[in-house]
């Protein structure tokens, strides 16, 4: 019944690309339909195995693997890992998708692609619920690329737009450089183990056969799989570009699938990771330095999708912050082994499992502003409160949850994070907290933007007084992820991975680290409401009194102009390729036109000798006979 939780979205999409798409073109509603049933039913079992996991002697429920490759003495087996941490993530994965489908119902709704966007987000659920349960890497590395597939897809649905093509190539293409070094770590460790079970790789980091340089080396190809996936720096300038894909899309890969599965995979592999102080240091710096740089371009960008897109990105790097963190604990030997690698996995998931619920609020908030003003650009916003009362609502719960204001989820989360960080990185944890001020005003800037004020005009030729709330199709699902926003963070999620990270509701607030990044969150919703709501201080004056720092900003730090210019353009195109090119040109062209060339001249040389006139071949045999006799006088 547990691979009937991959199996079942799965059948939804074969359903939809072989049956409904070819012979009941003109009932697309019925695709919606049929990803939807599918993906309650992986809800259900996923509930199912939830409360089996949680009855379960150490929360791991025996599963069965099956021989799927034998190639000499290699046996290469499929099976799946049910554990506190697999149960925890399809519950989630399956709760997020179920809503993103049904919001999707309204927001697609004439859509030209309407059967076949459903039938990429079957195949993008079963992918990423496959890719949780997987229990080996090279099962979990074939639903890796399956998700990697799915992005690309959907980021570029809308192929007849040239930003939304160019969008699903660079993900496509910058998460291969990831990839690549997950790829070559799963060849490597099995060179090195013979084995691609993820328990036993643990097993063997623990009892310290698998050490040194190849662990460490091994660990960071592992690593690298997850920067790629999750956009970390300095893999992370996809991620923004990726808002070119329908909204709902956005909402499920950047709330709980593709981006999570790079925090997923550290997560599954964390004893192995931790065991490397090398390795865990360097997810510990890429996170918290992550977390401060997606932020700070935050704070300028105008798109409001591409506002939560760079939170995502800071968001991700708080998770491999609070792994990285009880990871440097664990190595320098201020926690024992049960104890650091339960936590480190409790601290990071429950961040997730949070952040899933009011990340996609956001995004789906974003995409209801954007059915009533045929615009994402905030510019061309503005008081939306007025005629969007329910998404204005829970646009700002799930504002106040990812700025982490007590009593909702995202404090719950993230103060475990800051507690750890604080222990055991204080740099990364003071860099967190600027982050934590950061967060909350770029959100509320958002919120202020968008919903307060005056509306500014929305897409070209749109007046305000076609201005309306959406409708339930879409109100509903967002209603839900607002209560979720509010109470995830209550819910035992840390206690159900084997670590206490959870405080009491009011023995929070006696503590002096809960009362510092509130008052951080805060300080950042005040400047933001001083800013741009009361105008105390004008942002384009702030803006122009900070100069090449404001450019640096809008600019991304140039890092697409370097990865174009200097590392598509003079590293690949006039570096590398230009070898390649002449390689094929001069030695392999060269070689089959050389060996043409000497082909026909040979046949030129024959057809001339070979002239039919007899006196010409006695001539011939004469020469060769008085070469014969003088080869002979020579050499005898």
Same mark, same amino acid.
């Given at each position: 019944?547990?691979?009937?939780?991959?199996?079942?979205?799965?059948?939804?999409?074969?359903?939809?690309?072989?049956?409904?798409?070819?012979?009941?073109?003109?009932?697309?509603?019925?695709?919606?339909?049929?990803?939807?049933?599918?993906?309650?039913?992986?809800?259900?079992?996923?509930?199912?195995?939830?409360?089996?996991?949680?009855?379960?002697?150490?929360?791991?429920?025996?599963?069965?693997?099956?021989?799927?490759?034998?190639?000499?003495?290699?046996?290469?087996?499929?099976?799946?890992?049910?554990?506190?941490?697999?149960?925890?993530?399809?519950?989630?994965?399956?709760?997020?998708?179920?809503?993103?489908?049904?919001?999707?119902?309204?927001?697609?709704?004439?859509?030209?692609?309407?059967?076949?966007?459903?039938?990429?987000?079957?195949?993008?659920?079963?992918?990423?619920?496959?890719?949780?349960?997987?229990?080996? /890497?090279?099962?979990?590395?074939?639903?890796?690329?399956?998700?990697?597939?799915?992005?690309?897809?959907?980021?570029?649905? *809308?192929?007849?737009?040239?930003?939304?093509?160019?969008?699903?190539?660079?993900?496509?293409?910058?998460?291969? /450089?990831?990839?690549?070094?997950?790829?070559?770590?799963? &060849?490597?460790?099995?060179?090195?183990?013979?084995?691609?079970?993820?328990?036993?790789?643990?097993?063997?980091?623990?009892?310290?056969?698998?050490?040194?340089?190849?662990?460490?080396?091994?660990?960071?190809?592992?690593?690298?799989?997850?920067?790629?996936?999750?956009?970390?720096?300095?893999?992370?300038? *996809?991620?923004?570009?990726?808002?070119?894909?329908?909204?709902?899309?956005?909402?499920?890969?950047?709330?709980?699938?593709?981006?999570?599965?790079?925090?997923?995979?550290?997560?599954?592999?964390?004893?192995?990771?931790?065991?490397?102080?090398?390795?865990?240091?360097?997810?510990?710096?890429?996170?918290?330095?992550?977390? &401060?740089?997606?932020?700070?371009?935050?704070?300028?960008?105008?798109?409001?999708?591409?506002?939560?897109?760079?939170?995502?990105?800071?968001?991700?790097?708080?998770?491999?912050?609070?792994? =990285?963190?009880?990871?440097?604990?664990?190595?320098?030997?201020?926690?024992?082994?049960?104890?650091?690698?339960?936590?480190?996995?409790?601290?990071?998931?429950?961040?997730?499992?949070?952040?899933?619920?009011?990340?996609?609020?956001?995004?789906?908030?974003?995409?209801?502003?954007?059915?009533?003003?045929?615009?994402?650009?905030?510019?061309?916003?503005?008081?939306?409160?007025?005629?969007?009362?329910?998404?204005?609502?829970?646009?700002?719960?799930?504002? /106040?949850?990812?700025?982490?204001?007590?009593?909702?989820?995202?404090?719950?989360?993230?103060? =475990?994070?800051?507690?750890?960080?604080?222990?055991?990185?204080?740099?990364?944890?003071?860099?967190?907290?600027?982050?934590?001020?950061?967060?909350?005003?770029?959100?509320?800037?958002?919120?202020? /933007?968008?919903?307060?004020?005056?509306?500014?005009?929305?897409?070209?030729?749109?007046?305000?007084?076609?201005?309306?709330?959406?409708?339930?199709?879409?109100?509903?699902?967002?209603?839900?992820?607002?209560?979720?926003?509010?109470?995830?963070?209550?819910?035992?999620?840390?206690?159900?991975?084997?670590?206490?990270?959870?405080?009491?509701?009011?023995?929070?607030?006696?503590?002096?680290?809960?009362?510092?990044?509130?008052?951080?969150?805060?300080?950042?919703?005040?400047?933001?409401?001083?800013?741009?709501?009361?105008?105390?201080?004008?942002?384009?004056?702030?803006?122009?009194?900070?100069?090449?720092?404001?450019?640096?900003?809008?600019?991304?730090?140039?890092?697409?102009?370097?990865?174009?210019?200097?590392?598509?353009?003079?590293?690949?195109?006039?570096?590398?390729?230009?070898?390649?090119?002449? &390689?094929?040109?001069?030695?392999?062209?060269?070689?089959?036109?050389? &060996?043409?060339?000497?082909?026909?001249?040979?046949?030129?040389?024959?057809?001339?000798?070979?002239?039919?006139?007899?006196?010409?071949?006695?001539?011939?045999?004469?020469?060769?006979?008085?070469?014969?006799?003088?080869?002979?006088?020579?050499?005898?």
């Amino acid at each position: 019944m547990i691979f009937a939780i991959i199996l079942l979205p799965l059948f939804s999409f074969l359903v939809i690309s072989f049956v409904l798409r070819p012979f009941f073109n003109n009932r697309p509603q019925l695709s919606a339909y049929t990803t939807i049933c599918a993906i309650v039913g992986s809800l259900i079992l996923s509930i199912w195995a939830l409360i089996a996991v949680n009855g379960a002697e150490n929360h791991v429920l025996t599963s069965t693997s099956y021989q799927w490759l034998a190639i000499g003495d290699t046996v290469i087996n499929i099976g799946i890992t049910m554990d506190s941490l697999a149960a925890i993530m399809v519950v989630t994965v399956s709760t997020i998708s179920l809503l993103v489908q049904i919001y999707s119902i309204g927001y697609m709704k004439g859509d030209g692609g309407f059967a076949r966007y459903f039938a990429f987000m079957s195949l993008f659920t079963a992918s990423m619920l496959g890719l949780v349960l997987a229990d080996n /890497l090279l099962f979990l590395f074939l639903f890796w690329e399956g998700v990697g597939l799915c992005s690309y897809l959907l980021i570029g649905f *809308w192929f007849h737009k040239p930003e939304a093509a160019r969008a699903a190539m660079k993900a496509f293409v910058v998460t291969r /450089l990831g990839d690549f070094g997950f790829l070559v770590a799963i &060849i490597f460790l099995y060179v090195k183990t013979g084995t691609f079970d993820i328990g036993e790789l643990h097993e063997l980091a623990l009892a310290g056969v698998l050490g040194g340089s190849t662990l460490t080396l091994a660990a960071i190809g592992i690593f690298s799989g997850a920067v790629g996936k999750s956009g970390q720096f300095p893999l992370h300038t *996809w991620l923004p570009d990726a808002m070119e894909g329908p909204t709902p899309v956005s909402a499920l890969i950047h709330a709980a699938t593709m981006v999570t599965a790079g925090v997923y995979l550290v997560a599954r592999m964390f004893p192995m990771i931790a065991s490397s102080e090398t390795a865990i240091t360097v997810v510990a710096i890429i996170g918290g330095f992550t977390a &401060i740089f997606a932020a700070t371009m935050g704070l300028v960008a105008t798109d409001i999708k591409r506002v939560l897109a760079y939170s995502t990105i800071s968001q991700l790097g708080y998770m491999m912050l609070g792994l =990285g963190a009880v990871g440097i604990g664990y190595a320098s030997g201020h926690l024992d082994g049960h104890h650091a690698l339960t936590l480190g996995v409790a601290v990071a998931i429950f961040h997730l499992f949070t952040h899933a619920f009011f990340k996609s609020l956001l995004f789906l908030g974003s995409g209801s502003t954007s059915h009533a003003t045929g615009t994402f650009d905030m510019r061309k916003m503005g008081g939306l409160r007025k005629v969007q009362p329910w998404t204005y609502v829970t646009f700002v719960i799930g504002s /106040l949850s990812l700025a982490g204001i007590w009593p909702l989820a995202g404090f719950w989360s993230k103060e =475990g994070i800051l507690h750890e960080a604080h222990a055991y990185t204080p740099v990364l944890f003071w860099l967190a907290m600027i982050t934590v001020f950061m967060t909350a005003f770029y959100m509320f800037r958002a919120v202020f /933007l968008t919903f307060h004020g005056e509306y500014r005009g929305g897409k070209e030729g749109s007046h305000s007084h076609g201005l309306h709330e959406s409708p339930k199709i879409i109100i509903i699902p967002l209603v839900i992820l607002a209560i979720f926003a509010v109470i995830a963070g209550w819910l035992p999620v840390g206690d159900f991975l084997g670590a206490d990270v959870h405080f009491s509701f009011f023995g929070a607030l006696t503590s002096w680290l809960a009362w510092a990044s509130l008052s951080f969150g805060i300080a950042g919703i005040l400047l933001a409401y001083i800013i741009y709501v009361r105008k105390l201080l004008s942002a384009k004056s702030i803006g122009q009194s900070l100069g090449p720092v404001y450019t640096l900003l809008i600019r991304k730090y140039f890092f697409d102009e370097l990865y174009e210019r200097f590392f598509v353009m003079r590293f690949l195109v006039d570096g590398i390729f230009a070898v390649f090119q002449w &390689i094929d040109t001069y030695i392999v062209d060269g070689s089959v036109n050389g &060996i043409a060339t000497i082909t026909v001249a040979g046949g030129k040389v024959m057809r001339r000798l070979e002239t039919g006139q007899l006196q010409v071949y006695g001539l011939a045999i004469f020469i060769g006979i008085l070469a014969i006799i003088a080869f002979l006088f020579i050499f005898s």
